[in-house]
T-cell receptor, first 111, second 114 residues
């Protein structure tokens, strides 16, 4: 099985940088995803990590350490529209590669 | 446009009245799945399907049924809805065989059972 932990809520200031952490415990690991979800809307894909290190995509970066069971999502130059929930999801290495989601981190960006 | 389409977006019903939420994808994805999302519990998988005529239970399958007669469609059936099935439901799909493929989600169905 899998256990995924991420903070429930965070607040950050417009223009700043925020780091959202995710820790996981899994019996078999085959990748970690980050999704963004605005209230009442569908989750949308942000990033994918399967090897250790940093993946950068514009203002968003995601880091993975498999040995520590740890990932973070880094958001730079925060904008008001970045106010959303950020979901960490882990894919396991089993037959159908199940994806398990964390409960999400609700980020509020304030002026 | 590549998309996953769910209907209806909103549904209010009464206990025991059978209902179906439809899901259709136009990306030729083999894998499809249903999730429910509740405050503090995140997205939990109800059922999934690896391909046509292949379905299996997720983490919270009680009270739900699914079918996969065609590749593009994966309806969610509540034979006798109860108030504890009030939730936000998402259908999702992805191709198999591509390790970094993310899930593509429908826009959600907000179900209220009174």
């Amino acid at each position: 099985g899998q256990n995924i932990d991420q903070p429930t809520e965070m607040t950050a200031t417009e223009g700043a940088i925020v780091q959202i952490n995710c820790t996981y415990q899994t019996s078999g690991f085959n990748g970690l995803f980050w999704y963004q979800q605005h209230a009442g809307e569908a989750p949308t894909f942000l990033s994918y990590n399967v090897l250790d290190g940093l993946e950068e995509k514009g203002r968003f970066s995601s880091f993975l350490s498999r040995s520590k069971g740890y990932s973070y999502l880094l958001l730079k130059e925060l904008q008001m529209k970045d106010s959303a929930s950020y979901l960490c999801a882990v894919r396991d290495s089993g037959g159908y590669q199940k994806v398990t989601f964390g409960t999400g981190t609700k980020l509020q960006v304030i002026p | 446009e590549a998309q996953v389409t769910q209907n209806p977006r909103y549904l209010i019903t009464v206990t025991g009245k059978k209902l179906t939420v439809t899901c259709s994808q136009n990306m030729n994805h083999e894998y499809m799945s249903w999730y429910r999302q509740d405050p503090g519990l995140g997205l939990r998988q109800i059922y999934y399907s690896m391909n046509v005529e292949v379905t299996d239970k997720g983490d919270v399958p009680e009270g739900y049924k699914v079918s996969r007669k065609e590749k593009r469609n994966f309806p969610l059936i509540l034979e006798s809805p109860s108030p504890n099935q009030t939730s936000l439901y998402f259908c999702a799909s992805r191709p198999t065989g591509i390790s970094n493929s993310p899930l593509h989600f429908g826009n959600g169905t907000r179900l209220t059972v009174t």
